[in-house]
């Protein structure tokens, strides 16, 4: 069957690419972690600054918003971006910081910051873990990967199948 190299090829890249969800998601926790960081300072100073004008934080938000100067506007909306990512981040961070692999892609919709995600991808150089969580990874990804070329060499020759006389 000529079939059969193309799935089993499916397969192998099925396999590899899933074998590196463990370690991809390992070093994306650490930038995360290293986000939170950078973002936290920058929000304590905000309040700081808010706090020695007698602002609460949405006070101080406000003040930016209800200015007549644009760039205050723009500035104020830019902190307010700011301080939602530092919140959203840190949230994902305290999820992920202690989970392991499989806890993590059952939520992996906490890794999906644009820009750690980018930044991880970047510095990433793929491995073949030899773990068992990597080897079910990896045999996950084979069976998707196998799997679903399966049903697609399938798809693609249902048009050329003889029809059989009933």
């Given at each position: 069957?000529?079939?059969?190299?193309?799935?089993?090829?499916?397969?192998?890249?099925?396999?590899?690419?899933a074998?590196?969800?463990?370690?991809?998601?390992?070093?994306?926790?650490?930038?995360?972690?290293?986000?939170?960081?950078?973002?936290?300072?920058?929000?304590?100073?905000?309040?700081?600054?808010?706090s020695?004008a007698?602002?609460?934080r949405?006070?101080?938000?406000?003040?930016?918003?209800?200015?007549?100067?644009?760039?205050l506007?723009?500035?104020?909306?830019?902190?307010?971006?700011l301080?939602?990512?530092?919140?959203?981040?840190?949230?994902?961070?305290?999820?992920?910081?202690?989970?392991?692999?499989?806890?993590?892609?059952m939520?992996?919709?906490?890794?999906?910051?644009?820009?750690?995600?980018?930044?991880?991808?970047?510095?990433?150089?793929?491995?073949?873990?030899?773990?068992?969580?990597?080897?079910?990874?990896?045999?996950s990804g084979?069976?998707?990967?196998?799997?679903?070329?399966?049903?697609?060499?399938?798809?693609?020759?249902?048009?050329?199948?003889?029809?059989?006389?009933?």
């Amino acid at each position: 069957m000529f079939a059969r190299p193309i799935l089993l090829a499916a397969g192998v890249a099925g396999a590899l690419a899933a074998a590196q969800f463990p370690g991809f998601s390992q070093q994306y926790v650490q930038r995360l972690g290293g986000a939170v960081d950078a973002l936290s300072a920058e929000a304590q100073a905000f309040d700081a600054s808010a706090s020695d004008a007698g602002l609460t934080r949405e006070e101080a938000l406000d003040r930016y918003a209800l200015s007549a100067d644009p760039f205050l506007v723009a500035r104020g909306e830019d902190m307010a971006g700011l301080l939602t990512r530092f919140e959203n981040l840190r949230d994902s961070l305290a999820a992920l910081q202690f989970a392991g692999p499989v806890e993590r892609l059952m939520q992996v919709h906490r890794l999906s910051d644009i820009e750690v995600a980018a930044n991880t991808w970047n510095s990433y150089e793929p491995t073949v873990p030899m773990t068992f969580t990597g080897l079910i990874f990896a045999a996950s990804g084979f069976g998707a990967g196998y799997g679903g070329a399966t049903i697609l060499v399938g798809l693609i020759g249902l048009p050329f199948r003889r029809r059989q006389s009933a």
